[in-house]
C-alpha cells in the first residue's frame, strides 16, 4: 500500500480516459458519418479521399460545360435549319424564275428573294448563346471556342465559329455572293443562280453536319463523365465514410468501459483510506 502515490487510481484513470477519447472518436464518426475527420485519423486515406474529391469536382464541372455546349449547338442548330429552309426556298423561287414568266413576275421572285435573303442575315446575327455568335463570327483571329471537357490537364474540345451571313454564302471562287442571285435572275443566268444557292447550301449543310457530330460527341462525354463520377464517389465512401454499425458497437464497447473506469475509480481512490486506517491500529 501507498499514500502518496496511488498507483492503481492512476492506471485506472489512464485507461479511462483512453475509453473516454475513443468514445468520443465514436461518437464524432456516428454523428458526420465521416470515418476520416481528421488526417491524423488516416494520413494516407485522406490524401487519397481529397485527390478524388478534386477529381469528382472537376467532372461535375465539366459535365456542366458538356451541357452549356450541347445547348449552344441546339441554339446553332435551330438558327441553320431557319438557313436551310430559307436557302431552299431561295432555290425554289430560282427554278420558278426560269419559267414562262412575265416581267411583274420575275419583280415578285426577285422582291421574295431579296426578303430571304435578309432573314438570312438576320437569323445568322441573331444566333447566340451567352453572347456567342456562332454564326455570325466577324472576328477572324477567332475561329473557335475552346471549352474544357474534363478535369484533366490538355481535356478540351473545339467549337469552331463560322460565318454564314450572306456575304459569306459565296459561290465556289469566292467572288460572288447569295446577295447577287437577283442580279443573275434579272439578267437570265438561272443555272448560275442555281449553282450559287447550291454553293451556299453546300456550305450551310457542311456546317450543320459538324455541329452535329460535335454535339453527339459532347453527350458521349457527357454520359461517361456521369459514369465516372459514381465510380469516384462510390471509391470515396469506401475509403472515408463511416461504417455505422461498426462504430454503433464501438460505441457501446467504450461506454461500457468509461463506466467501468468510473465504478473502479472509486473503489481504488478509498485505498489512501485504508492505509490511514491501518496506521489508527498502530497506536
Same mark, same amino acid.
Do not use: C, W
Given at each position: 500500500?501507498?499514500?502518496?502515490?496511488?498507483?492503481?487510481?492512476?492506471?485506472?484513470?489512464?485507461?479511462?480516459?483512453? !475509453?473516454?477519447?475513443?468514445?468520443?472518436?465514436?461518437?464524432?464518426?456516428?454523428s458526420?458519418?465521416?470515418?476520416?475527420?481528421?488526417?491524423?485519423?488516416?494520413?494516407?486515406?485522406?490524401?487519397?479521399?481529397?485527390?478524388?474529391?478534386? #477529381?469528382?469536382?472537376?467532372? #461535375?464541372?465539366?459535365?456542366?460545360?458538356?451541357?452549356?455546349?450541347?445547348?449552344?449547338?441546339q441554339?446553332?442548330?435551330?438558327?441553320?435549319?431557319?438557313?436551310? !429552309?430559307?436557302?431552299?426556298?431561295?432555290?425554289?423561287?430560282?427554278?420558278?424564275?426560269?419559267?414562262?414568266?412575265?416581267?411583274?413576275?420575275?419583280?415578285?421572285?426577285?422582291?421574295?428573294?431579296? #426578303?430571304?435573303?435578309?432573314?438570312?442575315?438576320?437569323?445568322?446575327?441573331?444566333?447566340?448563346?451567352?453572347?456567342?455568335?456562332?454564326?455570325?463570327?466577324?472576328?477572324?483571329?477567332?475561329?473557335h471556342?475552346?471549352?474544357?471537357?474534363?478535369?484533366?490537364?490538355?481535356?478540351?474540345?473545339?467549337?469552331?465559329?463560322?460565318?454564314?451571313?450572306?456575304?459569306?454564302?459565296?459561290?465556289k471562287?469566292?467572288?460572288?455572293?447569295?446577295?447577287?442571285?437577283?442580279?443573275?435572275?434579272?439578267?437570265?443566268?438561272?443555272?448560275?443562280?442555281?449553282?450559287?444557292?447550291?454553293?451556299?447550301?453546300?456550305?450551310? @449543310?457542311?456546317?450543320?453536319?459538324?455541329?452535329?457530330?460535335l #454535339?453527339?460527341?459532347?453527350?458521349?462525354?457527357?454520359?461517361?463523365?456521369?459514369?465516372? !463520377?459514381?465510380?469516384?464517389?462510390?471509391?470515396? !465512401?469506401?475509403?472515408?465514410?463511416?461504417?455505422?454499425?461498426?462504430?454503433?458497437?464501438?460505441?457501446?464497447?467504450?461506454?461500457? @468501459?468509461?463506466?467501468?473506469?468510473?465504478?473502479?475509480?472509486?473503489?481504488?481512490?478509498?485505498?489512501?483510506?485504508?492505509?490511514?486506517?491501518?496506521?489508527?491500529?498502530?497506536?
Amino acid at each position: 500500500m501507498r499514500l502518496t502515490h496511488n498507483l492503481m487510481s492512476l492506471n485506472v484513470y489512464r485507461s479511462y480516459n483512453k !475509453s473516454l477519447n475513443e468514445q468520443s472518436k465514436s461518437m464524432g464518426k456516428i454523428s458526420s458519418g465521416d470515418k476520416i475527420a481528421r488526417s491524423m485519423d488516416d494520413p494516407v486515406g485522406m490524401g487519397q479521399r481529397e485527390y478524388m474529391r478534386m #477529381q469528382l469536382r472537376g467532372l #461535375q464541372m465539366a459535365q456542366k460545360n458538356m451541357q452549356d455546349g450541347i445547348s449552344m449547338l441546339q441554339a446553332a442548330e435551330g438558327g441553320l435549319d431557319s438557313i436551310t !429552309s430559307a436557302l431552299n426556298r431561295i432555290r425554289e423561287l430560282t427554278v420558278s424564275a426560269g419559267g414562262a414568266k412575265e416581267g411583274d413576275d420575275k419583280a415578285s421572285i426577285q422582291a421574295e428573294i431579296d #426578303q430571304m435573303i435578309k432573314s438570312i442575315d438576320t437569323v445568322a446575327k441573331g444566333t447566340e448563346f451567352n453572347g456567342v455568335k456562332l454564326l455570325a463570327n466577324e472576328d477572324p483571329s477567332l475561329n473557335h471556342i475552346r471549352m474544357a471537357s474534363g478535369s484533366n490537364v490538355g481535356d478540351s474540345l473545339n467549337i469552331p465559329m463560322n460565318n454564314l451571313t450572306s456575304d459569306n454564302l459565296t459561290d465556289k471562287t469566292g467572288a460572288k455572293s447569295i446577295k447577287d442571285i437577283s442580279g443573275m435572275i434579272a439578267s437570265g443566268k438561272i443555272g448560275e443562280a442555281l449553282d450559287m444557292t447550291d454553293a451556299a447550301l453546300d456550305k450551310v @449543310l457542311s456546317v450543320r453536319s459538324k455541329y452535329g457530330a460535335l #454535339q453527339n460527341r459532347m453527350e458521349s462525354l457527357y454520359n461517361i463523365q456521369e459514369e465516372n !463520377s459514381l465510380l469516384i464517389e462510390r471509391a470515396d !465512401s469506401n475509403i472515408g465514410d463511416a461504417d455505422i454499425a461498426e462504430e454503433m458497437m464501438g460505441l457501446a464497447k467504450h461506454n461500457l @468501459l468509461v463506466e467501468a473506469g468510473n465504478a473502479m475509480m472509486v473503489q481504488t481512490n478509498r485505498l489512501p483510506q485504508d492505509v490511514l486506517r491501518v496506521l489508527e491500529r498502530v497506536r
